[in-house]
Each structure stands twice: as C-alpha cells, then as structure tokens.
C-alpha cells in the first residue's frame, strides 16, 4: 500500500458526460500528478500540482481539467467524454517535486 | 521520436534466470530514472531511484544508468515467479515532465 487514495475504483459512464476522479495524497506529499493509461497509449502524463499550484502540463486535453485543494487532495475533472477516454487514471504523490513519485491503485473508467 | 523508448517484450524466462531490462532517450537533459513494476490492473510500484550515470543495488534488483550512450538498464538476479509483473522505465528533467516506457511485460516460468 503506497499511501495513496483514489476513489472510485471503478466508474461506468456515457459519452457527452462529465465525472470527477479523487486523489489523496501520501501524508507530507505535497506533488501531485495524474496520469491516464489505456493499452495502446503506455502512461501518460497529465499534469502535476505542487502545494496548490499547477506546476507542469503534459498531454492533457482541453476537456480535462484538474485542482489540488488546500487540504493536498486532488480531483481530475473529465468533461464531454468520449469513448477514447475510457482507460485507468492513476494520481501519484511525492514529497516534493524532486522526490520518487508513489502511486495510488487507480480509477479504472469505463465510457460507454 | 518518443523521449523514451522500451522494448515491450514480452519476456519469457525460467525461474531463477538473470532478466535485463532495457531503455533508451532522447536527450540528454534528462537526470532522474526510475524503474516502476506494474501487476495487472494495479497501480505502479517504484522499485529504483537513481540521479545521473552509475550502478544502484538493492537486493536482486540493479539498476544502471549510462549517460553517454543515453541508456538504461534494470536487471532482476534469481528472478521469481512473483517478479512476473510490467517494468515501467521512466525518465525526468528537474521534476518538470515525466517519460514513462510503455513497458515490458515479464514472465517467470516456475
């Protein structure tokens, strides 16, 4: 168990929706990221937030959007969706933006 | 060209083989590698941390890292059944952009 939370575990939804993923950090993890990977795609990275602040952009698309709250939790807002999106979404934490990353065990979305 | 490259595999060896797993990148900026081991359907678990170019051991795990050939390598001694897992390489730049190796799938034969 890295520490990391990420609820739910499973979401079923259809196209044109939107839902939000959850991500609770390690204790003193202030970096967060999110990644999405589908079987063709590997891991992607989506975007990191370090102690509130968007910190860096990766392949995230417009329709996707994300905060890290005062409290270092996070949520990833998936908006409009297609059935491509349909993959795991992990979020991982370090400590700070230098530190080896640990990852949650992941929201598996299904968009039908 | 993808920052990182990894070999998928897959990867077939007997119980108690030598497995060498293998990346390579684009540019040499890169100063943090990393080896994650992924189970099916889990989250990735990180198994080795290393700055810059050299050799680090832990346990049966070693990972090393060649800068001038831009280059990395993760070997498992006496490989397990329970080894058998994805390996993820990932690579960073002053913890601003991740690379992650799209993986290589291992298998330990008992």
């Known amino acids: 168990d890295s520490g990391v939370t990420q609820t739910p575990k499973h979401l079923i939804t259809a196209t044109g929706q939107r839902v939000t993923l959850r991500c609770s950090p390690r204790s003193g993890d202030l970096s967060v990221y999110w990644y999405q990977q589908s079987l063709d795609q590997g891991l992607q990275f989506l975007i990191q937030?370090?102690?509130?602040?968007?910190?860096a952009k990766g392949n995230i698309l417009e329709r996707f959007s994300a905060q890290q709250f005062p409290d270092l939790h996070s949520e990833l807002n998936l908006s409009s969706l297609e059935l491509g999106d349909s993959a795991l979404y992990f979020c991982?934490?370090?400590?700070?933006?230098?530190?080896?990353?640990?990852f949650g065990p992941g929201t598996r979305l299904t968009v039908l | 060209q993808k920052e990182v490259e990894q070999d998928p595999g897959p990867l077939s060896v007997p119980e108690g083989a030598i497995v060498s797993l293998n990346c390579t990148y684009s540019?040499?900026?890169?100063?943090?590698f990393m080896w994650y081991r992924q189970y099916s359907r889990k989250g990735p678990e990180l198994l080795m941390y290393t700055y810059s170019s050299g050799n680090k051991e832990d346990g049966r795990f070693t990972a090393q890292v060649d800068k001038s050939s831009k280059y990395i390598s993760l070997f498992i001694r006496d490989s397990q059944p329970s080894d058998s897992a994805t390996y993820l390489c990932a690579i960073s730049n002053t913890g601003n952009q991740f690379y992650f190796g799209t993986g290589t799938s291992l298998t330990v034969i008992p």
């Open positions: 540019n040499s900026a890169f100063q943090y």
């Open positions: 937030y370090y102690n509130g602040e968007e910190r």
């Open positions: 991982a934490s370090s400590e700070t933006i230098y530190n080896e990353q640990f």
